[in-house]
């Protein structure tokens, strides 16, 4: 059992920055691939990035060049640095830890892009 909980949303301008941090407790936190994902409203959850165990790295094609996702294991800490926000990067996201048949979910929290 993986418990996650996210930090770091809130409201920014176009174009500003934001860096989001979901903290893993309950389990060993490098077992897991680790993600990002984020749902807007009327739309299904989309994957923006993922971290395996090993590092290596994916995103969605509309945040690559903008957003990082990195890991610290010693933290059991997800981070997913966000720059050069926009008006579509409006949503709920959620961190995901995966291993084989198992995936949890953190509660979400909220990023609004807004002028």
């Known amino acids: 059992q993986v418990q996650l909980v996210e930090s770091g949303g809130g409201l920014v301008q176009p174009g500003g920055s934001l860096r989001l941090s979901c903290a893993a407790s309950?389990?060993?936190?490098?077992?897991?691939?680790m993600g990002w994902y984020r749902q807007a409203p009327g739309k299904q959850r989309e994957l923006v990035a993922s971290?395996?165990?090993?590092?290596?790295?994916n995103y969605a094609v509309s945040v690559k060049g903008r957003f990082a996702i990195s890991r610290d294991n010693t933290k059991n800490t997800v981070y997913l640095q966000m720059n050069s926000l926009n008006l579509e990067d409006t949503a709920v996201y959620y961190c995901?830890?995966?291993?084989?048949?198992?995936?949890?979910w953190g509660q979400g929290t909220q990023v609004t892009v807004s002028s």
């Open positions: 309950g389990s060993i936190f490098s077992i897991y691939d």
């Open positions: 995901n830890a995966a291993r084989s048949f198992y995936s949890y």
């Open positions: 971290i395996t165990t090993g590092g290596t790295t």
